[in-house]
């Protein structure tokens, strides 16, 4: 069955640091990557997200990658502030058609030191 | 606020019961999904509805039941209710199958 795995599971970084979070999916017809952020206690929320005819994409801070051959997907968050940290989630999904379902990721657990 | 709106937000009840969690989605949202997150675990995806009919099932347990009414809530009754099903429950809504909102989720503890 359809699965994405999420490496690694937790993460310490120094304030200031970069931080990458790796994830890897099964269906080759997922089209649509997207990455949620929960902090403790809170609801998840999109921070960025992939389509799969794009390679990359940036907004400010945050990055993500895709390797659609490998079907492979990365996270990358740069200059890292204690407010970053929080459990990340990756998922992958066939968007866009009437057959929606989401696959999660396990999660990576990120600590930025201050 | 995300305006995906759950009820109750707390749920405590004993084994052996049944329970309804409400949903209701952002205004046009069309797509209604259901997770469950236990402790610090994952979201595990249970079910999606799209106005109304359901459209993609994950790993959702025979003792769980969803529907999407004309109004486009949701519910979600869980029965015969055992210790493991202590978790916390959302709800997200999508208009186009991409960006998805989450609701505060719902506490559910059996005890």
């Known amino acids: 069955g359809e699965n994405v795995e999420q490496h690694p599971s937790t993460l310490s970084v120094q304030e200031g640091d970069s931080a990458v979070i790796k994830c890897t999916y099964s269906?080759?017809?997922?089209?649509?990557f997207p990455w949620y952020k929960q902090e403790l206690g809170k609801r998840p929320q999109l921070i960025i997200d992939?389509?799969?005819?794009?390679g990359e994409k940036k907004d400010q801070r945050i990055a993500v990658t895709l390797n659609k051959t490998a079907k492979h997907f990365s996270l990358h968050i740069t200059e890292t502030q204690p407010e970053d940290s929080a459990v990340y989630f990756c998922?992958?999904?066939?968007?866009?058609?009437?057959?929606?379902?989401?696959?999660f990721g396990p999660g990576t657990s990120l600590s930025v030191i201050p | 606020d995300s305006g995906v709106t759950q009820t109750p937000k707390h749920l405590i009840t004993a084994t052996g019961q049944r329970v309804t969690l409400r949903c209701s989605p952002r205004?046009?949202?069309?797509?209604v999904y259901w997770y469950q997150q236990s402790l610090d675990q994952g979201l595990q995806f249970l079910i999606q509805?799209?106005?109304?009919?359901?459209?993609a099932k994950g790993n959702i347990l025979e003792r769980f039941s969803a529907q999407q009414f004309p109004d486009l809530h949701s519910e979600l009754n869980l029965s015969s209710l055992e210790l493991g099903d202590s978790a916390l429950y959302f709800c997200?809504?999508?208009?186009?199958?991409?960006?998805?909102?989450f609701g505060p989720g719902t506490r559910l503890t059996v005890l």
């Open positions: 992939i389509r799969s005819n794009v």
């Open positions: 269906d080759s017809a997922s089209n649509y």
């Open positions: 509805y799209y106005n109304g009919e359901e459209r």
């Open positions: 205004s046009g949202d069309l797509s």
């Open positions: 998922a992958a999904s066939r968007a866009e058609t009437s057959y929606d379902k989401v696959i």
């Open positions: 997200a809504s999508s208009i186009n199958h991409n960006e998805q909102f």
